[in-house]
């Protein structure tokens, strides 16, 4: 397999991949609606729980923490593939990760109207980053504890992932990736913080509330 090839298959693959609507499906299977019109109107797994049941939003969940990963996962084999794997392949394998959040973000089977990228992101980053796994669980049931908001929680998790990469695989190159894919969802979320901050009538009411079922 020429190079090229191999890249060109890599990233179509990353961006199909990433694309596979979990949560829209699963709304149609299980409701028959569309998972962006109600709640939040996201097209992720935290809206699935509040909206499809807590089984079937953490099956949307694993699906999209799944493919986030067999995005890089294939492009690492691609990788290996190859009569001699260059030392630049890594990029690649970043690039895949990268195009798989856009790829839910911006899935062409829904008219380019997705998810913010929250769990894709999760699972390209532990690809990388497995020692995130207990590290990021553990601040997300603190946070959890304390906030009672899932999303927040998760959310400054991931802020857990460049650390990581820092302090225990001290490799910059790490650090600049998993900070570029932590980046991605919190930009994509930051007018539904506003939008909750209106609804709620405060910033202490968005980042903590009176139980997990609060929500606005």
């Not at 195009?99 to 008219?111: F, Q, T």
């Not at 990736?177 to 930051?190: D, H």
Request: aromatic share 14%.
């Amino acid at each position: 397999m020429s190079q090229p090839l191999a890249i060109t298959i890599a990233i179509l693959s990353a961006y199909l991949l990433g694309s596979l609507p979990s949560a829209y499906i699963m709304g149609r299977l299980r409701h028959g609606m569309d998972i962006r019109t109600v709640g939040s109107r996201n097209m992720g797994a935290m809206n699935s729980i509040y909206n499809l049941g807590f089984f079937y939003g953490v099956i949307v969940l694993i699906c999209d923490i799944g493919k986030g990963m067999a995005a890089v996962a294939l492009a690492h084999l691609l990788g290996r593939a190859l009569d001699v794997r260059p030392d630049w392949w890594l990029y690649i394998e970043m690039a895949a990760g990268i195009i798989a959040i856009l790829g839910h973000n911006h899935p062409v089977w829904l008219r380019f109207k997705g998810g913010k990228g929250g769990a894709t992101a999760i699972g390209v980053v532990l690809y990388f980053i497995p020692w995130g796994w207990p590290i990021a669980i553990g601040v997300f049931v603190i946070l959890l504890a304390i906030t009672r908001v899932p999303t927040i929680s998760y959310g400054v998790a991931m802020v857990s992932f460049p650390f990581v990469s820092w302090l225990i695989y001290h490799n910059g190159y790490y650090v600049i990736f998993a900070t570029i894919v932590v980046l991605m969802p919190f930009i994509n979320y930051i007018p539904r913080l506003f939008e909750m901050r209106r609804k709620g009538g405060s910033w202490k009411h968005v980042f903590r509330r009176k139980s997990i079922n609060d929500r606005f």
